[in-house]
């Protein structure tokens, strides 16, 4: 069974510009939380969503959403980056919000220069 | 709100046993969670409390006191490979999201 999946894997964006990251959930995972990490800082959570539904979303601003798809994929954007929206991104996935044991992608670690 | 303390780092010799804290203030409680992350590596799953006590899962055990809002993770025999680190979660009840702490680094030294 293949884990989660978050595309790209690296990524190096300028001030100002935009971004797009992508998620694919374990299949048969139809829960999906967004955090950011920072050294020394711990995850921040961003947002989770669960059958196309946000059911929460952390203290960030508005230049930060998401969205899910009908098959779980989940992707989240920032817009007008800012040199501290430097950091590793990840997403989790779980079978429903019920569920305790969440499953971690590698991340995107996202650079802004 | 919820916050949660643990410590930054910990140190321990190969074999030996460690043990992480966490103290957590939240408006209501569902359960506290263990997460460890190796460098470059995406967090794993260790462990979840909802009721007091300890859980034992091979050579982790994850222990709760909700009166005391405070929890920990015991490592024994540690291993190189258990150099990581190491986060508490905790979830408030309304089904909130997780909020996890800043993360302890284990180190284990030969």
């Known amino acids: 069974k293949a884990g989660v999946t978050q595309t790209p894997r690296y990524l190096i964006k300028t001030r100002g510009q935009q971004v797009t990251l992508s998620c694919s959930p374990i299949?048969?995972?139809?829960?999906v939380s967004w955090y950011q990490q920072t050294p020394g800082q711990g995850l921040q959570f961003l947002f989770e969503y669960f059958s196309e539904t946000q059911r929460n979303k952390g203290n960030f601003p508005g230049r930060f959403s998401g969205r899910q798809f009908s098959n779980s994929r989940s992707e989240m954007n920032v817009s007008t980056l800012e040199l501290g929206d430097s950091a590793l991104y990840l997403c989790?996935?779980?079978?429903?919000?019920?569920?305790?044991?969440?499953?971690f992608g590698s991340g995107t670690q996202l650079s802004v220069l | 709100g919820q916050s949660l303390e643990q410590p930054s780092e910990v140190t321990a010799v190969e074999g030996a046993i460690v043990q992480i804290n966490c103290t957590y203030q939240?408006?209501?409680?569902?359960?506290l969670s263990w997460y460890q992350q190796h460098d470059g590596g995406a967090p794993t799953f260790l462990s979840y409390?909802?009721?007091?006590g300890l859980e034992e899962t091979g050579r982790f055990s994850s222990f709760l006191s909700r009166s005391d809002s405070y929890g920990y993770l015991l490592l024994q025999e540690l291993q190189m490979k258990d150099s990581a680190s190491y986060f508490c979660?905790?979830?408030?009840?309304?089904?909130?999201?997780?909020?996890f702490g800043s993360g302890t680094r284990l180190q284990v030294q030969p």
């Open positions: 409390n909802a009721l007091d």
């Open positions: 299949s048969g995972h139809r829960s």
């Open positions: 989790a996935s779980s079978l429903d919000p019920t569920n305790e044991k969440l499953f």
């Open positions: 939240t408006s209501g409680f569902y359960g």
């Open positions: 979660a905790v979830r408030g009840t309304g089904r909130r999201a997780l909020t």
